[in-house]
């Protein structure tokens, strides 16, 4: 079942620092990640396809947007619950709660709170779809087996 209520904004187009910690924790490792309109449409294409799920809703609530799911990862049934805020030309922040069941991996509940900053545009030599993961190592969803479509 899918209920989309809501559709999140897109981010604007350029280069978005993202940093994952957990929720109360010191910032955790930075990537950053070149996207542009038609990334980012896919992008949410295929996080919306990419499992299958019993649920997925998505529902604004005042300014903020509130992400319910059931889906299954292998044999485990993973619950999410995420809310996701800001203005998405600049910064969003999403808080995001999942259980698992049976445990995936040895988890059987996790947290996370991902912070993102639009730091402007696109760095030389970049493209849509780099990603610069933490130690610099840089991959493209473009290029990525099973990734994007090639623009």
């Known amino acids: ?20 910690s957990e929720p109360g924790g010191p910032p955790g490792p930075v990537a950053t990640m070149c996207i542009d309109q038609k990334l980012d449409d896919m992008a949410r294409q295929l996080a919306a396809g990419a499992l299958t799920c019993s649920k997925q809703d998505l529902r604004r609530d005042g300014d903020r947007y509130v992400s319910e799911s059931i889906c299954k990862i292998g044999d485990s049934t993973a619950t999410t619950r995420a809310v996701i805020s800001g203005n998405f030309e600049t910064t969003y922040q999403a808080e995001i709660q999942a259980k698992y069941a049976p445990p995936l991996m040895g988890m059987s509940e996790g947290r996370s709170v991902m912070n993102a900053k639009w730091l402007g545009p696109c760095r030389p030599g970049q493209r849509a779809g780099d990603i610069t993961m933490p130690g610099g190592n840089t991959i493209n969803l473009y290029d990525a087996p099973g990734g994007a479509p090639k623009k």
Do not use: I
């Open 1 to 20: 079942m899918t209920t989309l209520a809501a559709e999140l904004p897109q981010r604007k187009s350029g280069l978005w620092e993202v940093t994952t």
